[in-house]
């Protein structure tokens, strides 16, 4: 943890070395490899040792490590030592004091006894419990975790809810999103299965509160110790965001059987002795990875500890704990790798069989009752097969004072809150008189991942069904448009055959009479061409097709070129106006990707007529749009109006020349877009407001004329 420039560098909380590598996780401290030697021997329930670079860390632990160490956390521990009138309770050891007894004998008597803590002086008021509680349950709402922590040490409780909302401190940080202190909140046993009145726990009540992140992090600390088995056995943890909660490798081989019988035990145990048995091969994990940890670093960093007889090589005392649990803790340091790698797995699996709410399978076969005395039999040899460790003391006469306040800390880090996820669904105790079949067991494991890969597959199921039908919905009524566009096509294709029926040589020889021109007039334009006009075609289209976009005009008909002086008409001339109405007759043949030339035929009118039929339109959209909403009907077609008003308003912008677009016109136009955007905005919205978007409508329409005004002037 290299310190800034602008702050010194870190220094061993007990005795001032410089640089330190190791943390205390429960006590909030940084330490030298001197006094971890110690520290590690003391026990997880005084002091949960981690090196800062060769131990796995949550990057809050350790964010969390790093502030309170910069707050100050010390103090709280050596708080006579800072008192001028309480100097003579003790004195703090320097770098070059030995280990043995000197630091050992401050470390102790810091952490074990709490000579130098924060004492309650003679004139104070006796301390209220409620009072540290309710404090507290305030205080973790800021960011101020030294203000935590020294709670904590006067002995605040961590699982104390308000009577109101039954509301645990972990449910008011989690509320608040305060990370480091819900790690360290866990650390100190907080619960994060707990609920409160709502049936919300610490996770839910985060996530709730849009902390994603944190929820994800409550719900790890509710599977802290399998997570932990895991990261062990394989380097990798189950991912929860996924509902992955556990991570079981398998091991195989003759050894994998030798252990057999311990399996079988586990299954019978309540569920409190379980959760022991977890912890105490938890505490055993974090043994061997510390003790590991500290072997590589002591050869550079520790040359001049005392010999290798003084260091525990197995689980320390805890003096809160019976006199046979402890034996049975110190003996899982006797199991080599592979053996505790094996206990592991069955532990692991025990666990998933508990969290999942099955029934251990049962046996049909006669003599279940001496498997059962022989399983008990190997399991009791196992732990009993060797008194290398009975009656063990501690590595040098431990005292038998405990620390203040430690009732709260569980023996792992967290106590039982990390284990209670293994009663999720609030299992009945069975009364399991009968041992269970490993080859049932194992068929039990299969199948119920069969069972989740069936519901994944179920699931996968109804979602791609509901694809489908959304898909099927598409295509009708893509071919309801479809059949639409066929009819106004095959109108269109009546009328182009009138054209042409109408646009037919009467004869081979045109007379030089008039009547004989009586359909149609010609003209001759200044190169000596002659035109033929209709002027009944534009009024039978307005009466066939309504105007949209200006309307329908017709374009002229085509010239008839070179007209010879004879009056008659040549050959080719007569094949160019075979080919013009076979071109014409073929139009509405094209499919609706090529609909768009139908404008060769059909133009636009001029500006502005265009555009007040475009107006009318727009006017008749929203007229609709306000009807819908009288009678109640706007929430489901709203999203309907806002297409089709949006896409008049775009045609009506496209439609003003820009060569016309005067300053006062731009700005007008910019009016009715946000008008448009507005009024879309709430014909989309999740919550529809009929009011708020007959109003917008109001404003669009509005919003056009000035734009008709504008332009008029």
Not at 290 to 303: P, Y
Not at 598 to 610: K, L, S
Request: aromatic share 4%; with cysteine.
């Amino acid at each position: 943890l290299p310190g800034s420039l602008s702050e010194p560098p870190p220094q061993c909380a007990d005795c001032g070395t410089e640089d330190p590598s190791w943390a205390s996780l429960n006590r909030g401290v940084l330490v030298c490899t001197d006094c971890c030697f110690v520290h590690r021997n003391l026990g997880r329930y005084i002091s949960q040792i981690k090196s800062l670079k060769k131990s796995h860390w949550e990057s809050g632990q350790l964010d969390l490590i790093k502030l309170l160490h910069r707050s100050g956390s010390n103090r709280i521990w050596e708080h006579a030592l800072t008192q001028p009138h309480l100097m003579n309770s003790g004195k703090k050891p320097i770098p070059s004091d030995p280990v043995f007894p000197t630091k050992e004998t401050f470390i102790k008597a810091k952490y074990v006894d709490q000579a130098y803590t924060i004492r309650q002086g003679k004139d104070d008021d006796p301390v209220n419990v409620e009072d540290l509680n309710r404090q507290l349950w305030s205080c973790v709402r800021a960011p101020h975790v030294d203000t935590t922590l020294r709670l904590l040490v006067l002995g605040a409780d961590p699982n104390y809810f308000d009577p109101e909302k039954q509301n645990t401190p972990l449910h008011v940080a989690a509320k608040e999103g305060q990370l480091l202190q819900v790690e360290l909140l866990a650390i100190y046993g907080a619960s994060p299965v707990a609920k409160n009145l709502a049936g919300q726990t610490p996770a839910q009540v985060a996530k709730s509160e849009g902390h994603y992140e944190l929820g994800n992090r409550l719900t790890e600390l509710c599977f802290e110790i399998t997570n932990r088995l895991s990261l062990y056995l394989s380097g990798m943890k189950p991912d929860h965001q996924k509902n992955q909660h556990f991570l079981i490798p398998d091991l195989v081989g003759k050894d994998r059987d030798e252990l057999r019988s311990i399996r079988h035990h586990l299954q019978l145990l309540p569920n409190d002795q379980f959760e022991k048995i977890a912890q105490d091969v938890y505490d055993e994990v974090d043994r061997r990875e510390t003790v590991a940890a500290w072997e590589s670093s002591r050869e550079k960093e520790a040359k001049h500890l005392a010999s290798e007889q003084c260091i525990a090589v197995f689980l320390p005392l805890n003096q809160t704990m019976p006199a046979m649990r402890n034996q049975q803790r110190q003996k899982l340091a006797k199991y080599s790798a592979r053996q505790l790698a094996s206990l592991i797995i069955d532990i692991l699996k025990e666990a998933k069989r508990r969290f999942l709410g099955l029934e251990p399978a049962l046996e049909e076969v006669d003599g279940v009752e001496k498997k059962m005395n022989s399983s008990m039999q190997d399991f009791n040899r196992t732990l009993n097969s060797s008194r290398d460790y009975d009656d063990v003391a501690d590595y040098r006469a431990q005292s038998s004072t405990t620390r203040r306040g430690s009732s709260h800390v569980g023996t792992n880090g967290i106590g039982r809150a990390s284990m209670a996820s293994l009663k999720s669904g609030e299992l009945l105790e069975k009364d399991l008189t009968r041992l269970p079949s490993d080859d049932v067991l194992e068929f039990r494991e299969r199948l119920s991942d069969c069972e989740t890969a069936i519901q994944m597959l179920m699931s996968t199921n109804n979602s791609l069904n509901k694809k489908i039908h959304s898909m099927q919905s598409t295509i009708d009524r893509n071919l309801a448009d479809y059949r639409d566009l066929q009819h106004e096509f095959m109108r269109l294709n009546e009328a182009v055959h009138s054209i042409n029926m109408s646009k037919r040589l009467p004869s081979p020889a045109i007379p030089n009479t008039s009547s004989a021109m009586s359909a149609s007039t010609v003209s001759m334009n200044n190169n000596g061409e002659r035109k033929m006009h209709r002027p009944s075609l534009e009024s039978s289209l307005d009466n066939r097709f309504p105007r949209r976009g200006g309307g329908l005009v017709t374009s002229p008909v085509p010239m008839v070129k070179n007209l010879p002086p004879s009056g008659r008409m040549s050959v080719d001339h007569v094949r160019e106006r075979e080919e013009e109405r076979m071109s014409l007759h073929q139009i509405p043949m094209m499919s609706q990707n090529n609909s768009y030339r139908i404008d060769q035929v059909f133009t636009e009118a001029g500006f502005p007529d265009n555009l007040i039929r475009e107006t009318e339109c727009l006017t008749t959209a929203i007229r609709q749009l306000l009807a819908d909403a009288q009678k109640g009907l706007l929430a489901s077609v709203a999203e309907k109006h806002a297409y089709i008003i949006g896409s008049l308003i775009s045609h009506i912008i496209e439609l003003i020349p820009g060569d016309l677009r005067s300053p006062s016109i731009t700005d007008t136009v910019d009016a009715l877009a946000s008008a448009t955007a507005l009024l879309s905005a709430k014909c989309n919205s999740p919550q529809l407001d009929s009011e708020e978007t007959c109003h917008a409508a109001y404003n669009v329409a509005k919003a056009a004329k000035s734009l008709l005004v504008a332009v008029h002037d």
